[in-house]
């Protein structure tokens, strides 16, 4: 339901953009969020985007990563710039989906792309 690409290597500094699609039966696709775990951590949420546009950040990422989203895509994006070696994670997005009229609001999860800092 929940596609994310866009993972790679890139050197300290360095930018990355990150999509994850949308896909299957959406009556409503309601907030759109990305989270990251670097290895041995918990995961940790970076950041998100309601449906209106709304955005919210981490503070370790605030100024650097950009959420977006194009509705008429069913998509969100991750723009990281001033990449540092402690971006390094898997990076998934969530996104809150309502399937079909009057039925509930669920959770879902992309598999996760990996994101590398490093020279």
């Known amino acids: 339901q929940l596609q994310a690409s866009g993972g790679g290597l890139v050197q300290p500094g360095g930018s990355l953009r990150l999509s994850c699609a949308a896909s299957?039966?959406?009556?409503?696709?309601?907030?759109m969020d990305w989270y990251r775990q670097a290895p041995g951590k918990q995961r940790e949420l970076v950041g998100g985007v309601m449906r209106g546009g709304s955005t919210n950040y981490a503070d370790s990422v605030k100024a650097r990563f950009t959420i977006s989203r194009d509705n008429a895509k069913n998509t969100v994006y991750l723009q990281m710039n001033s990449l540092k070696p402690e971006d390094t994670a898997v990076y998934y997005c969530?996104?809150?989906?309502?399937?079909?009229?009057?039925?509930?609001?669920?959770?879902?999860w992309g598999q996760g792309t990996l994101v590398t800092v490093s020279s």
């Open positions: 969530n996104a809150v989906i309502q399937t079909r009229a009057w039925g509930p609001l669920s959770n879902y």
């Open positions: 299957g039966s959406i009556f409503s696709l309601n907030s």
